[in-house]
C-alpha cells in the first residue's frame, strides 16, 4: 500500500496511471478531503438519478459511525457456498495490494472501505425474491461520505486500467463537483400508498412451527428460529429514500442501513449487532427474547420486569450469551460479559440485551469473527448447524440476507456487521417484510405467529403500512 502526499488528484493520477501501467493490472487510487458538515440523507438522495441501483446507506446506533456509498469502482460478489468469509476477505486484501491512498486522517471508516454482506444460508435453494443479490456481495464505492463522531469526509475511490490516462482524473473532479453542487437541489417524490398487504402461507407457517415444537419434545434440537413473509403492494413505484427517512426518524436509535443491487433495496433498522472492530478491541450484542412497549410507563416498566423474569426468554437469551462467548473465545485473550441481561428498548419492542467486549490480536480477522458468529441463536437455533438444516428443511421462505450479516469493513481491517433483522426488500411497486421468532419446546404457534407481527410493525410503519 503506498501512501503519498497532498498534491492534487491529477498529479497523484499520473503516478497511478504508470503504476497501473508497470503493472499491468487494474489498481485502485483513493483521496480523502474533509469536509463541511453534509446531511447524510442528502448525500444518498443526490444519488438517485445517476448512481440508483449503486448505493448504500449506514448509520449505527449511537450517529458515531454513518457511512454513505455512491457508485460502484469495484464489486466483490459470488455464489459459491465453501469458504465464502474467506474468499471475500481474501478478494478485498488482493484489490488493496499496491493501491495508492491519501488519507492523512487515522479515524477508522475513512478511506477505502467495502459494504455489502451475506445471505443467511448459501445451501438454500435461491428464489426470483433475491435474484439481484449474490450470496456475498460488496460494494467498493466511488464516492463515500463518512460522518465519523460528527467530523465529514469525503473518500473518492478510482480503479484505474493499464489503458486508461490522466484524463479520466478531469472527469472524475467534474463529476463528483455536481455531485457536491447538487447537494442544496433535493426533492422528495410523492409517497407510494399501499393497497394490498398478503401474508404468505400464515396456517402452513404455524404447521411448521407445530411440527419443529414436536421435534425440539424428543429430540437432539434445542431451539430453531423460523421467518416469515408479508408480501406488500403499493400504488407507485418504492422510494428508497422516502423509506430511508422514516426509519432514521422513527427508528433511530438502531442499526439503519440501506443496500441497493440492480434496482432492488435492502433496507431496515436492526437493533442487534453482530460484531465491530476497532483495532483490537471486539464488540458485540447478545439479543434474544422480546415483548411489547407499554403504552404508559408504567405498563412498559411491567412487561419489561415480566420480561425479565420470564423463563422462557432467559433461556433463550443464556443459548445466545453462551454460544457469543464461545466463538470470541477462540479469537480473544479477554473476554467481559456481564451476569445478568438488561433491557433494550426501541419504539415498539423491548428485547433482553447483553453487551460482550473482547480483547483479540490487532490483526484478528473481522470476517472470520463474521463467520463464527454467523447465525447466532437468534436467528438459527441450537446446536447452529443442525438448526439451519432444519430450517432449510421446512422454511418456505427465501430469507436472502434476512437474518444474515450485513456491515462494512475499511482497508485498515476496522469494521461493523449487524444482523439484518426489522428488515424489508424494495422492488419497484412491491415489498418483502421479513420476521423471525425462535421455537422452543413449549412454544405456541399462535404467540409466534403474535410475535413475528410485532416485529414487522417497524418496516410497516416506515413503509405507511401502520
Same mark, same amino acid.
Given at each position: 500500500?503506498?501512501?503519498?502526499?497532498?498534491?492534487g488528484?491529477?498529479?497523484r493520477?499520473?503516478?497511478?496511471?504508470?503504476?497501473?501501467?508497470?503493472l499491468?493490472?487494474?489498481?485502485? @487510487?483513493?483521496?480523502?478531503?474533509k469536509?463541511?458538515?453534509?446531511?447524510?440523507?442528502?448525500?444518498?438522495?443526490?444519488?438517485k438519478d445517476?448512481?440508483?441501483?449503486?448505493?448504500?446507506?449506514? $448509520?449505527?446506533?449511537?450517529?458515531?459511525?454513518?457511512?454513505?456509498?455512491?457508485?460502484?469502482?469495484?464489486?466483490?460478489?459470488?455464489d459459491?457456498?465453501?469458504?465464502?468469509?474467506?474468499?471475500?476477505?481474501?478478494?478485498?486484501?488482493?484489490?488493496?495490494?499496491?493501491?495508492? %491512498?491519501?488519507?492523512?486522517?487515522?479515524? @477508522?471508516?475513512?478511506?477505502?472501505?467495502?459494504?455489502?454482506?451475506?445471505?443467511?444460508?448459501?445451501?438454500?435453494?435461491?428464489?426470483?425474491?433475491?435474484?439481484?443479490?449474490?450470496?456475498?456481495?460488496?460494494? @467498493?464505492?466511488?464516492?463515500l461520505?463518512?460522518?465519523?463522531?460528527?467530523?465529514?469526509?469525503?473518500t473518492?475511490?478510482?480503479? %484505474?486500467?493499464?489503458?486508461?490516462?490522466?484524463s479520466?482524473?478531469?472527469?472524475i473532479?467534474?463529476?463528483?463537483?455536481?455531485?457536491?453542487?447538487?447537494l442544496?437541489?433535493?426533492?422528495?417524490?410523492?409517497?407510494? %400508498?399501499?393497497?394490498?398487504?398478503?401474508?404468505?402461507?400464515?396456517?402452513?407457517w404455524?404447521?411448521?412451527?407445530?411440527?419443529?415444537? $414436536?421435534?425440539?419434545?424428543?429430540?437432539?434440537?434445542? $431451539?430453531?428460529?423460523?421467518?416469515?413473509?408479508?408480501?406488500?403492494?403499493f400504488?407507485?413505484?418504492?422510494?428508497?429514500?422516502?423509506?430511508?427517512?422514516?426509519?432514521?426518524?422513527?427508528?433511530h436509535?438502531?442499526?439503519?442501513?440501506?443496500?441497493?443491487?440492480?434496482g432492488?433495496?435492502?433496507?431496515?433498522?436492526?437493533?442487534?449487532?453482530l460484531?465491530?472492530?476497532?483495532?483490537?478491541?471486539?464488540?458485540?450484542?447478545?439479543?434474544?427474547?422480546? @415483548?411489547s412497549?407499554?403504552?404508559t410507563?408504567?405498563?412498559?416498566?411491567?412487561?419489561?420486569?415480566t420480561l425479565?423474569?420470564?423463563q422462557?426468554?432467559?433461556?433463550?437469551?443464556?443459548f445466545?450469551?453462551?454460544?457469543?462467548?464461545?466463538?470470541?473465545?477462540?479469537?480473544?485473550?479477554?473476554?467481559?460479559?456481564p451476569?445478568?441481561?438488561?433491557?433494550? $428498548?426501541?419504539?415498539?419492542?423491548?428485547h433482553?440485551?447483553?453487551?460482550?467486549?473482547?480483547?483479540?490480536?490487532?490483526?484478528?480477522?473481522?470476517?472470520?469473527?463474521?463467520?463464527?458468529?454467523?447465525?447466532?441463536?437468534?436467528l438459527?437455533?441450537?446446536?447452529?448447524?443442525?438448526?439451519?438444516?432444519?430450517?432449510?428443511?421446512?422454511?418456505?421462505?427465501d430469507?436472502?440476507?434476512y437474518?444474515?450479516?450485513?456491515?462494512?469493513?475499511?482497508?485498515?481491517?476496522?469494521?461493523?456487521?449487524?444482523?439484518?433483522?426489522?428488515?424489508?426488500?424494495?422492488?419497484?411497486?412491491?415489498?418483502?417484510?421479513?420476521?423471525?421468532?425462535?421455537?422452543?419446546?413449549?412454544?405456541n404457534s399462535?404467540?409466534?405467529?403474535?410475535?413475528?407481527s410485532?416485529?414487522?410493525?417497524?418496516m410497516?410503519?416506515?413503509?405507511?403500512?401502520?
Amino acid at each position: 500500500m503506498i501512501t503519498i502526499q497532498e498534491t492534487g488528484i491529477k498529479e497523484r493520477g499520473l503516478v497511478a496511471v504508470n503504476h497501473a501501467k508497470k503493472l499491468g493490472r487494474p489498481i485502485l @487510487i483513493s483521496e480523502v478531503h474533509k469536509m463541511n458538515t453534509i446531511n447524510p440523507l442528502s448525500f444518498f438522495n443526490i444519488g438517485k438519478d445517476r448512481y440508483c441501483g449503486e448505493r448504500f446507506f449506514w $448509520k449505527d446506533p449511537t450517529d458515531e459511525i454513518v457511512l454513505i456509498g455512491l457508485g460502484i469502482s469495484k464489486q466483490i460478489q459470488s455464489d459459491q457456498a465453501t469458504d465464502r468469509f474467506f474468499h471475500v476477505e481474501s478478494e478485498w486484501k488482493s484489490f488493496l495490494e499496491d493501491s495508492i %491512498i491519501f488519507n492523512p486522517y487515522t479515524k @477508522i471508516g475513512v478511506g477505502p472501505l467495502m459494504f455489502g454482506g451475506f445471505s443467511f444460508d448459501p445451501y438454500k435453494e435461491k428464489t426470483d425474491l433475491w435474484s439481484k443479490f449474490a450470496d456475498s456481495l460488496f460494494h @467498493i464505492p466511488k464516492y463515500l461520505l463518512s460522518i465519523i463522531d460528527g467530523e465529514t469526509y469525503l473518500t473518492t475511490n478510482v480503479v %484505474i486500467t493499464p489503458n486508461d490516462d490522466v484524463s479520466l482524473f478531469s472527469k472524475i473532479i467534474e463529476e463528483r463537483n455536481q455531485l457536491l453542487m447538487t447537494l442544496k437541489h433535493n426533492d422528495l417524490t410523492k409517497p407510494a %400508498i399501499l393497497l394490498k398487504t398478503n401474508e404468505i402461507s400464515p396456517e402452513k407457517w404455524k404447521q411448521s412451527v407445530d411440527g419443529v415444537v $414436536k421435534e425440539l419434545t424428543n429430540g437432539p434440537l434445542k $431451539k430453531v428460529v423460523l421467518a416469515r413473509e408479508l408480501r406488500l403492494i403499493f400504488n407507485n413505484h418504492l422510494e428508497a429514500e422516502a423509506v430511508l427517512e422514516h426509519l432514521y426518524t422513527e427508528q433511530h436509535a438502531s442499526f439503519i442501513f440501506a443496500f441497493e443491487s440492480n434496482g432492488d433495496c435492502f433496507i431496515g433498522a436492526s437493533p442487534e449487532r453482530l460484531v465491530k472492530k476497532h483495532g483490537s478491541e471486539v464488540y458485540s450484542t447478545c439479543l434474544a427474547g422480546s @415483548i411489547s412497549r407499554g403504552s404508559t410507563e408504567e405498563e412498559d416498566r411491567i412487561l419489561g420486569q415480566t420480561l425479565l423474569n420470564d423463563q422462557k426468554n432467559l433461556i433463550e437469551h443464556g443459548f445466545v450469551v453462551e454460544m457469543i462467548r464461545e466463538a470470541l473465545e477462540e479469537s480473544c485473550e479477554e473476554i467481559i460479559l456481564p451476569d445478568k441481561p438488561q433491557l433494550m $428498548k426501541n419504539r415498539d419492542i423491548q428485547h433482553l440485551y447483553t453487551p460482550v467486549i473482547g480483547k483479540c490480536n490487532k490483526d484478528a480477522s473481522l470476517l472470520l469473527l463474521v463467520e463464527r458468529l454467523h447465525p447466532t441463536p437468534a436467528l438459527g437455533g441450537l446446536p447452529k448447524k443442525a438448526a439451519v438444516e432444519k430450517i432449510r428443511q421446512v422454511e418456505v421462505l427465501d430469507r436472502g440476507f434476512y437474518g444474515a450479516p450485513l456491515g462494512w469493513v475499511d482497508y485498515k481491517q476496522n469494521g461493523e456487521f449487524a444482523v439484518s433483522i426489522r428488515c424489508g426488500l424494495l422492488q419497484g411497486d412491491e415489498a418483502s417484510l421479513f420476521a423471525g421468532c425462535g421455537v422452543v419446546a413449549d412454544s405456541n404457534s399462535e404467540s409466534e405467529y403474535l410475535e413475528t407481527s410485532l416485529k414487522f410493525t417497524p418496516m410497516l410503519r416506515a413503509l405507511g403500512g401502520k
